[in-house]
């Protein structure tokens, strides 16, 4: 059952960034709604994974 969400999250994640290059190149007006879910999902998890842990960033403060 694990094996077939994985492959799900999988699928969606490579879909997205297809429509994200496809958009790039000017894709039709679905592919560049589907490219902006895309990447406000990933800024999305991007802002909660920094957020979650102060001092595991990478702002070059070693």
Same mark, same amino acid.
Request: with cysteine; charged share 20%.
């Given at each position: ?14 879909? *997205?960034? /297809?429509?994200?290059?496809? %958009? @790039?190149?000017?894709?039709? &007006?679905?592919? =560049? *709604?589907? /490219?902006?879910?895309?990447? %406000? @999902?990933?800024?999305?998890? &991007?802002?909660? =994974? ?13």
């Amino acid at each position: 059952m694990f094996l077939i969400v994985l492959s799900g999250v999988l699928a969606l994640v490579l879909g *997205g960034c /297809a429509c994200v290059v496809w %958009a @790039a190149r000017g894709g039709p &007006r679905w592919a =560049r *709604g589907v /490219a902006k879910a895309t990447l %406000a @999902a990933g800024e999305l998890l &991007r802002s909660s =994974r920094s957020n979650g842990r102060p001092g595991s960033g990478s702002d070059g403060d070693d």
